[in-house]
């Protein structure tokens, strides 16, 4: 089956810093992947969804210039938390798809902790 | 608006049966899918249903009723490793994952 790796698996950060997370599948091409986050007993919450060589399309309510993802190539897509707070301390899920919209590939998740 | 519904927790016997169901109601519909997602970790995959009827796929089944805006997942002789949260989750119109909450099952010797 498809793979999709994430890295890092933890993160433990300083306030006002950045951090960047790495999404990579690993045995297929992605034409789309999606960013979601989620918090402790919550579902999962779309944040953008980034199609290769274009700009990533934003739900409503996140904020583009504080979470940015790039999607430069088939295989990887990385998420960039600039100037990170606690309140965006949270489980971070990246899932891929070869075009197919009724299959995606979810990575094995971020733990992100801002102190 | 868009809303899926599903069960916070549910408690059943190892060896057991138990049918966690999901009610829905979106804007258009292209599918249904159930994820299995242990604590911490990413959602697999377990079932997606399109038509209306039963898939079972070994000890796991998912049914549909699209008229209804309704779908069950059932779990057959439950092992202790089943202990997880289930999602349920419906691709509508826009080819978007709309997602339930999750339904945190607790398995119990």
């Known amino acids: 089956g498809a793979v999709v790796s994430q890295h890092p698996s933890r993160v433990i950060c300083k306030s006002g810093t950045s951090v960047k997370i790495e999404c990579r599948s690993l045995?297929?091409?992605?034409?789309?992947m999606f960013w979601y986050r989620q918090f402790p007993k919550k579902s999962l919450m779309l944040m953008a969804t980034s199609n290769e060589g274009s700009k990533a399309t934003y739900e409503q309510g996140v904020e583009k210039d504080k979470f940015l993802i790039n999607h430069a190539s088939l295989t990887l897509s990385t998420l960039t938390v600039t100037s990170a707070h606690p309140e965006d301390s949270s489980f971070y899920i990246c899932?891929?798809?070869?075009?197919?919209?009724?299959?995606?590939?979810f990575g094995p998740g971020t733990r992100l902790t801002v102190t | 608006g868009q809303n899926i519904d599903q069960p916070t927790e549910m408690t059943a016997t190892e060896g057991a049966i138990v049918q966690i169901n999901c009610t829905y109601q979106?804007?258009?519909?292209?599918?249904l899918f159930w994820y299995q997602q242990h604590a911490g970790e990413a959602p697999t995959f377990l079932s997606y249903?399109?038509l209306d009827g039963l898939e079972e796929k070994g000890r796991f089944s998912s049914f549909l009723s699209r008229s209804k805006g309704y779908s069950y997942l059932l779990l057959k002789e439950l092992q202790m490793k089943d202990s997880a949260s289930y999602l349920c989750?419906?691709?509508?119109?826009?080819?978007?994952?709309?997602w339930g909450a999750g339904t945190k099952l607790i398995i119990k010797p």
């Open positions: 899932s891929a798809s070869d075009g197919d919209v009724h299959e995606q590939y």
């Open positions: 249903n399109v």
């Open positions: 045995d297929f091409q992605a034409t789309t």
């Open positions: 979106t804007s258009g519909f292209n599918g």
């Open positions: 989750a419906v691709l509508d119109s826009n080819y978007q994952l709309i």
